[in-house]
Structure formats: C-alpha cells, structure tokens
Nanobody, 131 residues
Framework: QVQLVESGGGLVQPGGSLRLSCAGSGRSFSDYAMGWFRQAPGKEREFVGVMNWRGDVSYLPDSVRNRFTISIDSAKNTGYLQMNALKTEDTAVYYC????????????????????????WGQGTQVTVSS
C-alpha cells in the first residue's frame, strides 16, 4: 500500500520557520515528482512547489520562492518543505503529493501545478502562523 505521511506542522509566530516532512512508503518513487500544496479555509488548493525524487529539478511559485525550499532525501524516501519568514497568509493545511513523471512533466506548468496530476496524497498537516 502506497502511503505518504506528513509531519512537522504546528503553530508559529510571523517571521518564524517550520520544516514539514513527507515520508513515502509502499513503492519506489524514483520515477515520481513530489509536490506540495496548501489549502486555507474557504480557498482552493494552491500549488506550493515540486521537485523530482532525484532532487535535481524543482520549481516554486513566486509567492513562496524566496522563503520556501524543497529537498529530498532519497535514501530515506522522505521529502521536506522548509518554510522561512512565515506570514499569517501562509496559514493552511499543507499536503504533500506524488505524481508519476510523464514525458514533459516539468516542461508544462499546467501539469506540475495541477493537483489532478498527483495520484498519491498525504493526510495533510496544519500550519498556523499567528502572534
């Protein structure tokens, strides 16, 4: 059974940092990409970033690029989302997800930013940024 298990969410003050982890199991993810999404109350799910499981291709949107970093420890089958300089508007449930690397995946932003491209999802972890 394929599973993605997230951890690391919590309450942090504005300007603080958190690191989310996403541990994969049940299959090899070497031909997959790991994506991160978030969903705030009353809002649509938002793409936060993606990296291939080898860790040599990544993309983050402008809204988080200078504050968030994605990394992967292939030996542990675990991905990470390092979030710095957090803002109140970063408050959301954060999800990791895995997408099979189809041809041209990273060449098509509509593919890697769409939740529909990801077949496996973690359970989500709450991140609350508040003073």
């Amino acid at each position: 059974q394929v599973q993605l298990v997230e951890s690391g969410g919590g309450l942090v003050q504005p300007g603080g940092s958190l690191r989310l982890s996403c541990a994969g199991s049940g299959r090899s993810f070497s031909d997959y990409a790991m994506g991160w999404f978030r969903q705030a109350p009353g809002k649509e799910r938002e793409f936060v970033g993606v990296m291939n499981w080898r860790g040599d291709v990544s993309y983050l949107p402008d809204s988080v690029r200078n504050r968030f970093t994605i990394s992967i420890d292939s030996a542990k089958n675990t991905g990470y989302l390092q979030m710095n300089a957090l803002k109140t508007e970063d408050t959301a449930v954060y999800y990791c997800a895995a997408a099979a690397l189809t041809w041209g995946f990273f060449g098509d932003s509509e593919k890697f930013t769409s939740a529909n491209s990801y077949g496996y999802w973690g359970q989500g972890t709450q991140v609350t940024v508040s003073s």
